[in-house]
């Protein structure tokens, strides 16, 4: 099993930003993707950003060029950097990570953008 746990959720203006962070509870191997995923209130979840062992990065349109994904592989850790933060940022976010076959998620991080 893996745990996931994030941190670095918050409150914050638009045009801040915040830092989510996401650690493994152990090694997640070398063949796995990282992601970002969020969810708005009455809306699906939708994805953020990922990023594979490599450190090749995609990400969803409503984030391009505000957000960062990237990762430690020693630490088995995942970032999400978030930039130029607006109100339709606001959601619950969660990390992910596919590896050994299976999807492992974290808890949720809120993220409140106030205008």
């Known amino acids: 099993q893996v745990q996931l746990v994030e941190s670095g959720g918050g409150l914050v203006q638009a045009g801040g930003s915040l830092r989510l962070s996401c650690a493994a509870s152990?090694?997640?191997?070398?063949?796995?993707?990282m992601d970002w995923y969020r969810q708005a209130p009455g809306k699906q979840r939708e994805l953020v950003a990922t990023?594979?062992?490599?450190?090749?990065?995609n990400y969803g349109d409503s984030v391009k060029g505000r957000f960062t994904i990237s990762r430690d592989n020693a630490k088995n850790t995942v970032y999400l950097q978030m930039n130029s933060l607006k109100p339709e940022d606001t959601a619950v976010y969660y990390c992910h990570v596919l590896t050994y076959g299976r999807n492992y998620w974290g808890q949720g991080t809120q993220v409140t953008v106030s205008s």
């Open positions: 990023i594979t062992y490599g450190g090749s990065t």
């Open positions: 152990r090694t997640i191997g070398t063949r796995n993707t």
